[in-house]
């Protein structure tokens, strides 16, 4: 499956033209709109589900075989989140707030960009290895805590600010998830898959419908930005891109097993940090962490981002 074979299959999926729904009924000015309770369950259910998903991953891996990559991809998961937020405040000349909110977003992880590259190395004949969902889900919360951390140190002592994070919804719902799926493994994910697993897209499509109303509400700020965000959703991935291969590689990791860890490091979220930013920072701006990660950095890891990878990781394997 090639590069534009791959962005047809996402771009077409339901989910991200439920996000283009959402931003044409908002600029048609239509009376479509979500109750902010139906939008809170939303983000309950996804948050908790993704984190109960993952548990599930690691309940099934030993850890004398994960141990090592899960600790470099720990050090992924608060690097990324660092470098994302210094270059949105210097680069970007964005404020503590929305520089935390694009951190958060590329601190954590897409999943739709993780299948897509484990899809690619398989195809082009490397097979990854079997144990990488388990660092999807290691991925997806360190990043998202320390962005939202940077956003808040400003308000107040920082041990505030990391308490206030730490029990906060979206925090609580992906480790809370994460322990539970963890614990109760492959046999508690049978009891509840029929709610859990079978409606996580549906209800996922609806969220990003309303985060598409959302993003288009707020749409006339991003010319406050412009070129410039376009620059940030491409270079940042390629830079988080190499060090991810380049971890990869360094842990033993197959070509396939890099190739997806560099697609993973260049990913930036599109369903967990949305859902935890509308909720610890809701004075964030959407139009400009949304933009990025579903218009920019979304669409470019799947048509350059994830072969630029592979060939990174095959120029490293060699």
């Not at 590689?249 to 967990?272: E, K």
């Not at 933009?291 to 394997?317: C, R």
Request: hydrophobic letters at 55%; glycine letters at 12%; a positive charge.
């Amino acid at each position: 499956m090639d590069a534009l074979e791959l962005l047809r299959l996402n771009l077409l999926s339901p989910m991200v033209l439920a996000f283009a729904l959402g931003m044409a009924a908002r600029l048609l000015r239509s009376d479509l709109a979500f109750p902010e309770a139906m939008y809170t369950a939303l983000s309950i259910y996804l948050l908790f589900a993704i984190g109960f998903k993952g548990g599930v991953e690691l309940s099934k891996t030993p850890l004398t075989i994960v141990l090592l990559p899960a600790l470099a991809t720990l050090g992924l998961g608060l690097f990324r989140p660092l470098s994302s937020y210094v270059l949105a405040r210097r680069f970007l000349a964005l404020g503590r707030v929305d520089a935390g909110a694009l951190a958060a977003h590329y601190g954590s992880v897409s999943a739709v960009t993780f299948l897509a590259a484990l899809t690619f190395a398989q195809a082009v004949g490397h097979r990854p290895e079997g144990f990488l969902p388990t660092l999807v889900a290691l991925l997806e919360v360190p990043g998202i805590v320390v962005a939202l951390l940077l956003a808040k140190r400003g308000g107040g002592n920082l041990g505030e600010a990391f308490q206030e994070v730490l029990t906060g919804k979206s925090v609580v719902l992906l480790v809370g998830g994460l322990l539970i799926g963890a614990l109760s493994g492959e046999a508690g994910m049978e009891r509840v898959k029929p709610f859990f697993v079978d409606p996580f897209y549906g209800a996922l499509t609806l969220f990003l419908m309303d985060l598409g109303m959302v993003a288009a509400s707020r749409f006339a700020t991003l010319r406050q930005v412009g070129f410039r965000l376009v620059l940030y959703g491409t270079l940042l991935p390629l830079f988080h891109g190499a060090i991810g291969v380049y971890v990869g590689h360094l842990v033993g990791f197959s070509v396939g097993g890099a190739t997806v860890l560099g697609a993973m490091a260049a990913s930036s979220s599109y369903i967990a940090a949305p859902a935890a930013v509308r909720i610890a920072l809701p004075e964030a701006n959407p139009s400009l962490y949304l933009a990025a990660s579903l218009a920019v950095t979304f669409p470019f890891n799947l048509v350059l981002g994830i072969p630029i990878y592979h060939a990174l990781a095959q120029w490293m394997g060699g």
